[in-house]
């Protein structure tokens, strides 16, 4: 089992950013790729952003390429999504998502594909 925690979402004015991470504990995280996904209301959860385990494969929705990036730090365990520019569009909750790989360098934007979810932390951005 692997646990995730988001953290640092909050309300931002347009322009803005945000850094939110994700914690992870239980199986050994660098196994794992890790995706960011988010979901406004009335909406579909949509990926955001993801990362294969080595840290060399990142993927980016259209909507945030240039603005958003994804990293991650094995020593914490952790995940980032660092959010510059923020839009109002940007505003939703934020969910991290790990799934098992055995591959150093893929990611997944397929929400199907995750298997672990933490509980979400919302962003909003006002305008």
């Known amino acids: 089992q692997v646990q995730l925690v988001e953290s640092g979402g909050g309300l931002v004015q347009a322009g803005g950013s945000l850094r939110l991470s994700c914690a992870a504990s239980?199986?050994?995280?660098?196994?794992?790729?890790m995706g960011w996904f988010r979901q406004a209301p009335g909406k579909e959860r949509e990926i955001v952003a993801a990362?294969?385990?080595?840290?060399?494969?990142?993927y980016y929705a259209d909507s945030v390429k240039g603005r958003f990036a994804v990293s991650r730090e094995y020593a914490k365990n952790t995940v980032y999504l660092q959010m510059n520019s923020l839009k109002p569009e940007d505003t939703a909750v934020y969910y991290c998502?790990?799934?098992?790989?055995?591959?150093?360098?893929?990611?997944?934007?397929?929400?199907?594909?995750?298997?672990?979810w933490g509980q979400g932390t919302q962003v909003t951005v006002s305008s």
């Open positions: 998502a790990a799934v098992y790989s055995y591959s150093s360098r893929d990611y997944y934007a397929e929400r199907a594909k995750y298997d672990y």
């Open positions: 990362i294969s385990w080595s840290g060399r494969g990142t």
């Open positions: 239980g199986r050994t995280f660098s196994n794992y790729a």
